[in-house]
């Protein structure tokens, strides 16, 4: 297994600064890139057998898949801002993406089939939750869950107040064993406000065969092939993380580790 952490670098020629796929993380899923645009520049995809949503994190963007043509996406400063606005792209169809003005994006990706058009998912239409209680508080914003119409992505984004633990009680959902869990990989994209800030994720089993705490910075992305994954951010910096999940069901089932679920039960 590689190291959980990928930093982001550099932009590419195409503007990539982070990019997981499912050989570089070892897994048979999911798939991660973000990329940042000058306005004008932009990217495009060969049609694959991979379904995408592109979640316009910050800019504004115009996103052509096949013939359609989708204009004006996206208008936050910040990823702390609300919900994003987000494309869907079935497997099979070719797509690019152009900045109308400066650009982050993140492409999200897995095995796709169905028949799923291509969508946007306008900020207006996302789901939002408040999740936990007192500094166990989080805010969760549902751009594609399993209630949508997709063959095996989830994506989420939630913003975590200074002080407060996120994925809490730490919970997995690494084992097949519908209705009581299903087993999804996913990644964690993470941002902090203010960016010189730190979060800390830890990634364990319940044998500890895997067992690593990361500090992780603005920027950063934490991969989670198993086990539980609590996030906690420091008091004085809001963390915000995009998770991406999928896997051969496409159900989010998961199981609170059991050592720490009396937490919820007080």
Known sequence: MPDLRVKSGTPASDGCVLSITPESAGWDHVGFAVHRLEEGKGFESAASSRETCLVILTGTARVSVGTEVFAH????????????????IPAGERYSVTAEMPLEVAVCSAP???????????????EKEIRGKAANTRYVQDILSDRDPAHSLLVVEVITPGGNWSSYPPHKHDTDTLPEESALEETYYHRLNPPQGFAVQRVYTDDRSLDETVSVEDGDCVMVPAG???????????????NVMAGAKRK?????????????KK
């Open 228 to 242: 539980y994954h609590p996030v906690g951010a420091p008091y004085g910096y809001d963390l915000y993380y995009l």
């Open 112 to 126: 796709g089939g169905g028949n799923h058009p291509a969508r946007v998912i306008a900020p207006g239409s996302i």
């Open 252 to 264: 989010w089932v998961f199981r609170n580790d059991p050592a720490h679920e009396w937490i919820i």
């Open 73 to 88: 996406l996206g208008e936050r400063k910040t990823v702390f801002e609300g919900p994003p606005a987000a494309v869907y």
